[in-house]
């Protein structure tokens, strides 16, 4: 497909553009698409949760099951997702991505049964996240810089952190208004009618298609390179270093995706109000902000290892707080600890996977990792809430996703990685 400015890809043999590097507006613009994608796609449904169980006379378990599937659809087709990402233009499967995000939550809001919820947003809004969201992104980004690629990946990757904070408190004021039908309405509409004019305009591929290059370098380095060849799923999988990424990261996803259920309860449960262990939440998910543009940066100068190390640190420090806290203090800082660490997984992740298997192989390599780590993710919230009601407190479940990022230390001590400097 033809981007909007192929016209300025100077014929062979001249000088490439002189205008500003487009590739800092295309870390902006996938900033802005991963909020209204992962946004209403995984945090929305926290907040409607209630309101359509009861609507359509459903229990919670039921309605509940939506989370669930999003997971499952989500991790089940991002390595497809990502293969393709390779092998069909960006901007087609995005465009794709938003049909299906609209057709989604138009479903959910005419929905008359907990059946159309199911294939409205367990199927087609999950569908969404998958091929208009983090993969096709990434692979954008890296596309686009070299030696800067954790600085502008740790600026686009906000968009998934701010996502937690902003959708749900713009959902939860519609549905105060409006109700939980006009929310979804919106959700269907607005994402749609802000993306497609987006996506049309900064989904170029690559900084030639606008007579530029990496990094809005004069010109592309000799010994440019992305740390490693591209890789099929097969070679990725029969490399010991792609499970050693994995196994080093495994802890931290499994700390992050059950802390991000479990924590507003477990605050509650320690003296804090609703209120208050709503704010500490969001206080969690700024520091994960500052902790995935701090950590995309430093990726750029430190050693990977280093980094995965030190954010395994810090959610370990911020585990062990959360489970010992004596004090609302005490509590809301191991939350500003966890988010930090937590915010650097995927800028890391990212990163880490271009450089063993280069910028092309970026989207697929993603979707790959996340099916591995598709059923610790499942699994971490609800063994969480087995032990609480067996036990009365989260204790033992700190103590087990504290166990699991040690695993990852441990396997992070054999692991070796190409390293790349500004």
């Not at 199911?118 to 992104?137: E, I």
């Not at 890391?348 to 790959?368: D, K």
Request: a neutral charge; aromatic letters at 10%; hydrophobic letters at 55%.
């Amino acid at each position: 497909m033809t981007s909007p400015s192929s016209e300025l890809v100077p014929p062979s043999g001249e000088s490439p553009s002189r205008e500003p590097f487009f590739g800092w507006w295309i870390v902006g613009a996938t900033l802005v698409l991963q909020l209204l994608v992962i946004g209403p796609g995984l945090f929305a449904f926290g907040v409607l949760l209630d309101p359509i169980a009861q609507s359509l006379n459903v229990g919670r378990g039921p309605a509940a099951i939506v989370g669930s599937m999003v997971l499952v659809v989500g991790g089940l087709l991002a390595p497809l997702a990502g293969a393709l990402t390779g092998k069909i233009p960006i901007r087609r499967l995005m465009y794709a991505g938003v049909l299906m995000l609209a057709l989604g939550f138009a479903l959910v809001t005419t929905s008359q049964s907990i059946w159309m919820i199911y294939l409205g947003w367990g199927v087609f809004v999950a569908t969404a996240t998958v091929v208009v969201g983090p993969l096709q992104c990434a692979a954008l980004v890296c596309n686009w810089f070299v030696r800067l690629r954790g600085r502008a990946l740790g600026i686009s990757q906000l968009g998934m952190v701010a996502a937690g904070a902003i959708i749900p408190l713009a959902v939860s004021w519609l549905l105060l208004n409006y109700g939980w039908r006009t929310a979804t309405g919106v959700l269907a509409t607005v994402p749609a009618l802000l993306l497609v004019p987006l996506i049309w305009y900064f989904g170029v591929e690559h900084p030639e298609d606008r007579g530029q290059h990496p990094d809005g370098d004069p010109q592309s380095a000799p010994s440019e390179t992305d740390g490693g060849e591209e890789a099929s799923f097969g070679q990725a999988l029969r490399d010991r270093r792609f499970w050693l990424l994995a196994a080093s990261l495994v802890g931290g996803w499994l700390a992050f995706t059950a802390v991000a259920i479990i924590f507003i309860s477990h605050a509650t449960d320690s003296g804090l109000s609703a209120g208050q262990a709503a704010l500490a939440f969001a206080i969690l998910n700024a520091s994960g902000a500052v902790g995935t543009f701090l950590f995309g940066t430093l990726s750029d100068y430190a050693p990977m290892r280093v980094l995965i190390a030190l954010a395994l640190v810090l959610i370990s420090v911020g585990v062990l707080g959360m489970g010992g806290a004596e004090s609302k203090t005490v509590l809301v800082l191991a939350g500003v600890v966890f988010g930090l660490g937590g915010g650097a997984l995927m800028p890391l992740q990212t990163v880490s996977l271009g450089a063993l298997f280069g910028a092309p192989a970026v989207a697929g390599m993603i979707g790959l990792i996340s099916l591995l780590f598709l059923p610790f993710n499942m699994l971490g919230a609800p063994v969480s809430g087995y032990i609480y009601d067996t036990s009365g407190s989260y204790e033992q479940a700190f103590w087990l996703i504290l166990g699991v990022c040690a695993f990852s230390m441990v396997s992070l001590m054999f692991l070796r990685l190409p390293e790349h400097r500004v």
